[in-house]
């Protein structure tokens, strides 16, 4: 009587929960000498996959001997969180204000100069012209999942104001 191999699946990660958008790699726990039939249609020891949605994969293990074995495992799919990013243009000495969503996050603003923030909605005051440029949002979810927007934000110089006038006699004329 000749043994059943033993089947198992591990994966990178090794928790089996991938963000959307994302792959995992599985890999069948027999070693050299086996061959491999996943539900994918694969017939090698590993195969990466990208699912859209939670997602049951098996294969099936079969020794030298004609002995095979089925295993399956679950992997858990979460939604990206959407990330939203508006920032206002400003006259120098103005207010940069700007805006991100959704709610509920975690936030990462990066922009110009080495700019950086944790907020989800910041005003900047006393704009300068070294402000102009792309700012960025990154929201993270509960379950670490990830997503990224920007929004550009000018800073306009402000005009220079030139008066002149004239002095005249009492009757004559003020330019």
């Known amino acids: 009587v000749n043994p059943k191999p033993v089947c198992g699946i591990t994966g990178d990660p090794a928790n089996f929960i991938i963000c959307e958008g994302r792959s995992i790699t599985l890999t069948a726990s027999a070693g050299a000498g086996y061959s491999y039939l996943w539900s994918t249609g694969n017939t090698t020891q590993s195969i990466t996959v990208s699912p859209t949605g939670n997602t049951t994969y098996s294969v099936t293990i079969t020794n030298a001997y004609n ?16 990330a939203t990013a508006s920032g206002n243009s400003t006259c120098v000495g103005g207010n940069i204000t700007l805006t991100g969503g959704p709610n509920g996050m975690t936030y990462s603003w990066t ?53 002149s006038g004239n002095s005249t006699c009492v009757g004559g004329n003020i330019t």
Not at 67 to 82: F, N
Not at 131 to 154: F, Q, R
């Open 111 to 163: 922009g110009p100069n080495g700019y950086g923030n944790s907020s989800q909605s910041r005003t900047i005051t006393n704009a300068t012209l070294a402000m102009i440029g792309t700012y960025t949002l990154t929201v993270t979810n509960g379950n670490g999942c990830s997503d990224s927007a920007s929004t550009n934000v000018t800073v306009y110089e402000l005009p220079e104001a030139t008066a």
């Open 67 to 82: 002995c095979s074995s089925t295993c399956e495992q679950k992997v858990t799919v979460y939604e990206l969180p959407e």
